[in-house]
T-cell receptor, first 115, second 116 residues
């Protein structure tokens, strides 16, 4: 089945130690998103790639970076995690083009713990 | 700016009874509205969307939603609730732009609890 895969499902890191979360998709969608979701809150968009174009949300901290080496993969890098960065990180994809407003498909998420 | 409001933090329903989860929106231009469901420790699953056309939209798992332009609402409904429907439900709106500007804005979520 076509899907969005996130690895690892659970990640523990130390305060200030860089961490990378990965997302891959078999849907061949041209847009990939990263969301941060804190406990029982709405997902908050961090940034997204529209094809190769990177789009950062205005309030996303510089501590968060992303890479999309090809259509299928996208990475979230947290350069110096703080305690406040502990959250569920959700990757999503969608197929976008002229005139369409398509739903996003979400991965299962990676729960990040910062010690 | 686009926004959605989910006025209820929690909705409690008995199994077999109809359920409604409320959502109101505020957008400039035509709204594009979505409902997602999230089970514990899982990602969001798409339920249904309204883009244009019939005001009553049918989606997955027996859910439907009614778009009401005059009341700026998009309430989620199901005629007969199941215990397995218990989850967190998010309403979302997308702006009238395509491409990189048309990103989803989520409501704060409503926890649905269906008791046997």
């Amino acid at each position: 089945d076509a899907m969005v895969i996130q690895n690892p499902r659970y990640q523990v890191t130390q305060f200030g130690k860089p961490v990378t979360l990965s997302c891959s998709q078999t849907l061949n969608h041209n847009v990939m998103y990263w969301y941060q979701q804190k406990s029982s809150q709405a997902p908050k968009l961090l940034f997204h790639y529209y094809d190769k174009d990177f789009n950062n949300e205005a309030d996303t901290p510089d501590n968060f970076q992303s890479r999309r080496p090809n259509t299928s993969f996208c990475f979230l890098d947290i350069r110096s995690p703080g305690l406040g960065d502990a959250a569920m990180y959700l990757c999503a994809t969608s197929r976008e083009g002229s005139g369409g407003y398509n739903e996003q498909f979400f991965g299962p998420g990676t729960r990040l713990t910062v010690l | 700016a686009q926004s959605v409001a989910q006025p209820e933090d929690q909705v409690n329903v008995a199994e077999g009874n109809p359920l409604t989860v409320k959502c109101t929106y505020s957008v400039s231009g035509n709204p594009y509205l979505f409902w997602y469901v999230q089970y514990p420790n899982r990602g969001l699953q798409f339920l249904l969307k309204y883009i244009t056309g019939d005001n009553l939209v049918k989606g997955s798992y027996g859910f439907e939603a009614e778009f009401n332009k005059s009341q700026t609402s998009f309430h989620l409904k199901k005629p007969s609730a199941l215990v397995s429907d218990s989850a967190l439900y998010f309403c979302a709106v997308r702006g009238p732009y395509g491409g990189s500007q048309g990103n989803l804005i989520f409501g704060k979520g409503t926890k649905l609890s269906v008791k046997p």
